[in-house]
T-cell receptor
Framework: KAGVTQTPRYLIKTRGQQVTLSCSPISGHRSVSWYQQTPGQGLQFLFE???????NKGNFPGRFSGRQFSNSRSEMNVSTLELGDSALYLCASSLSASGTKETQYFGPGTRLLVL | AQTVTQSQPEMSVQEAETVTLSCTYDTSESNYYLFWYKQPPSRQMILVIRQEAYKQQNATENRFSVNFQKAAKSFSLKISDSQLGDTAMYFCAYSGSARQLTFGSGTQLTVLP
């Protein structure tokens, strides 16, 4: 089975722009979660989607948004980019959101640099 | 809110030796899962091992094993016969009723030849 894929792998944007990142989960996985990784804040949960519905959201401003499509692919969008948004954005998928037992498998990440 | 603490920012070990990485967590939940992920220089997050809180038996995966002490809220990772490919950042993570992963700050492990 193919793993979680994320596109693009690298991205350079300037302040004020917006960006859209894409994540394709492992085939059959219905839950997609997004995490932000920075040297200062470490790994932080952004949000989780299951069956096209946002099930959980972390403590991030409204500039961060996401969605999930019927094929479980997910996108996250960051509007009005700030320098502090520079980070590695990781997507993880799991079979379902049925409970705590599901293991999350990660993609290779998208490195975003905001200038 | 749950918290995960890794008190060892960096560790090193000689090839073929054994090393133990520490992790403590805080939660009021009774049903949860704990994970160790490794992140090599490629930045790909790779699952190493997972432990279900209701299972008393410690999980093992080949050279990797955990020491899960539920009452002490401790979850350490032991790597036996360390290999150069084990060099990576290791993250301890918690997953409870909210399903989101809460990560520790990580331990950078370097395996020395």
């Amino acid at each position: 089975k193919a793993g979680v894929t994320q596109t693009p792998r690298y991205l350079i944007k300037t302040r004020g722009q917006q960006v859209t990142l894409s994540c394709s989960p492992i085939s059959g996985h219905r839950s997609v979660s997004w995490y932000q990784q920075t040297p200062g804040q470490g790994l932080q949960f952004l949000f989780e989607y299951f069956s096209e519905t946002q099930r959980n959201k972390g403590n991030f401003p409204g500039r961060f948004s996401g969605r999930q499509f019927s094929n479980s692919r997910s996108e996250m969008n960051v509007s009005t980019l700030e320098l502090g948004d520079s980070a590695l954005y990781l997507c993880a998928s799991s079979l379902s959101a049925s409970g705590t037992k599901e293991t999350q498998y990660f993609g290779p990440g998208t490195r975003l640099l905001v200038l | 809110a749950q918290t995960v603490t890794q008190s060892q920012p960096e560790m090193s070990v000689q090839e073929a030796e054994t090393v133990t990485l520490s992790c403590t967590y805080d939660t009021s939940e009774s049903n949860y899962y704990l994970f160790w992920y490794k992140q090599p220089p490629s930045r790909q997050m790779i699952l190493v091992i997972r432990q279900e809180a209701y299972k008393q038996q410690n999980a093992t995966e080949n050279r990797f094993s955990v020491n899960f002490q539920k009452a002490a809220k401790s979850f350490s990772l032991k790597i036996s016969d360390s290999q150069l490919g084990d060099t990576a950042m290791y993250f301890c993570a918690y997953s409870g009723s909210a399903r989101q992963l809460t990560f520790g700050s990580g331990t950078q492990l370097t395996v020395l030849p």
